[in-house]
């Protein structure tokens, strides 16, 4: 077993194992640090810190490569739909002919809503951000949807899974409903997992509508894009709530709350607007450059930059060839995404960006395609959390299922007041 040797105040040293991972990357195991050396390690946003040992993705920050269960993105959005690769992420392989139309089949049938809940989205306040509506109504499908673990607890697991899976996306497609003001459309038998969801959103009983063929490709490829990313923030969060015990639809619930930041996956909204902002004020590139540059500037380029990607996002690569094919088949071209190759070009030639690694990601490109597709801005996180959701499902089962596991409780430095005595409130000032 290899070894790291720290010395403290050049005298007294500790012998600490190191762990070497599936693609030989080293880690300090500082399980017993605390225990050896009465010492914590300081790591603000865990840049350096690995919280769990997991068999679901890989990524390669430095070379730009994206792995789901071994399998490149590339390949993945080439030759799987969104299902096989949820299957494959919560499963651990990827299914065959006839267990792909088995899960397909258990989707369809756990599609509709309850009743109750359909009165529940009609009580929530209107103009609410729909990733508000998300998260509340997928922590009350634990009332509406008990969990009864008294019986067989890994079947109601399975159950929960199946059910979360389908009935998020039917959830996602009554967001769009409720703000609209329109009657809720019901999944139908007929269509397959996306086109339901096109379906759900947009077919109305005064005109004719047939989800998009096109639209059905974009939108597997963009889930299949989102469906996972190892321990990002949101599915930090849907761990560490997973490790107090907390069941998988209050775990999602709180990954979506942490999703919905603009740092994470709101960033796709703020893309969004932020290009149509450099549209309205005359398409001027180069002040946004100079202004995401400035230090006293709090404005970012949006879309840009990444804790792991030190190169470009291997996902954004992908979005952008989809957005491509969306805006081609509708033989149109949108004024933002030709802002949006100018902002490119301009960052990636420009030393600021060069330095620190700043690159696409994966939400620079994506809003434009979900806009072409008639996606409400303000939806748009809502479709990165409908492809996380296996993501989220395979990282709360993989905790669940670890013999190590135990609930997560980081130390801190206390910087506070040292010890005082509560004066009487007539003495304080
Ligand atoms: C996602 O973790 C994941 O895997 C996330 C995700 C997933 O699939 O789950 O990939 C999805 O969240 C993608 C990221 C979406 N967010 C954005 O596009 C928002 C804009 N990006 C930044 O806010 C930022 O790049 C982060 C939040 C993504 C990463 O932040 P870090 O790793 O904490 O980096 P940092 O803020 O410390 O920045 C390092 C330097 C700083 O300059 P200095 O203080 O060193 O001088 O780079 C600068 C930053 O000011 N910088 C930017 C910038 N991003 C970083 N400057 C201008 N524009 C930017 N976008």
């Given at each position: 077993m290899k070894k790291a040797e720290i010395f403290i105040d050049g005298k007294k040293s500790f012998d600490l194992p190191i762990i070497i991972d599936t693609m030989g990357n080293q880690s300090v195991d500082i399980r017993n640090l605390r225990?050896?050396?009465?010492?914590?390690?300081?790591?603000?946003?865990?840049?350096?810190?690995?919280?769990?040992?997991?068999?679901?993705?890989?990524?390669?920050?430095?070379?730009?490569i994206l792995r789901y269960r071994g399998y490149a993105i590339e390949d993945l959005v080439e030759h799987c739909d969104f299902i096989e690769v949820a299957y494959l992420l919560i499963h651990g392989y990827l299914p065959n002919k006839h267990e792909r139309e088995r899960y397909a089949e258990l989707l369809n049938r756990h599609s509709?809503?309850?009743?109750d809940m359909q009165s529940f989205f009609r009580r929530y306040p209107d103009h609410s951000h729909p990733m508000s509506i998300l998260a509340a109504m997928v922590v009350s499908l634990s009332s509406f949807y008990e969990i009864n673990l008294e019986e067989d607890p890994e079947l109601q697991i399975d159950l929960t899974v199946t059910r979360l899976m389908s009935k998020m996306r039917t959830i996602a497609a009554f967001t769009y409903r409720?703000?609209?003001?329109?009657?809720?459309?019901?999944?139908?038998?007929?269509y397959s997992y996306c086109a339901n969801f096109l379906n759900m959103m947009?077919?109305?009983?005064?005109?004719?509508?047939?989800?998009?063929?096109?639209?059905?490709?974009a939108m597997n490829k963009l889930l299949i894009l989102h469906a996972d990313h190892e321990q990002n923030c949101s599915t930090t969060a849907v761990r560490l709530i997973g490790s107090a015990g907390g069941n998988l639809y209050s775990a999602v619930s709180g990954g979506i709350c942490a999703l919905w930041g603009p740092r994470h996956g709101g960033a796709n909204q703020a893309v969004i607007e932020m290009l149509q902002q450099i549209h309205t004020d005359g398409s001027d590139v180069k002040q946004a450059i100079e202004r995401a540059k400035d230090k006293n500037d709090p404005y970012r380029l949006m879309g840009f930059g990444h804790r792991v990607y030190?190169?470009?996002?291997?996902?954004?690569?992908?979005?952008?060839?989809?957005?491509e094919e969306v805006l081609q088949d509708m033989g149109q071209r949108d004024p933002l995404l030709d802002i949006a190759e100018e902002l490119e070009q301009a960052a990636l030639s420009d030393d600021y960006?060069?330095?620190?690694?700043?690159?696409?990601n994966v939400d620079f490109y994506t809003g434009i395609i979900?806009?072409?597709?008639?996606?409400?801005?303000?939806?748009?996180t809502v479709m990165f959390a409908l492809g996380r959701l296996p993501g989220w499902i395979a990282h709360w089962l993989e905790w669940h299922h670890d013999p190590f596991e135990r609930?997560?409780?980081?130390?801190?430095?206390?910087?506070?007041?040292?010890?005082?005595?509560?004066?009487?409130?007539?003495?304080r000032e």
């Open positions: 225990q050896q050396t009465g010492m914590i390690t300081y790591d603000p946003g865990f840049g350096n810190t690995g919280s769990c040992q997991s068999q679901i993705t890989y990524l390669d920050g430095e070379k730009g509709l809503l309850h009743a409720k703000m609209k003001g329109t009657d809720f459309i019901n999944p139908s038998y007929k947009f077919s109305s009983p005064v005109v004719p509508y047939e989800p998009n063929p096109t639209q059905i490709r030190k190169t470009y996002d291997p996902r954004a690569k992908i979005a952008r060839e989809v957005c960006f060069k330095e620190k690694n700043l690159y696409p979900f806009r072409a597709m008639g996606i409400p801005t303000n939806m748009y609930i997560g409780r980081p130390r801190q430095l206390y910087m506070g007041p040292t010890s005082r005595v509560v004066p009487p409130i007539e003495e």
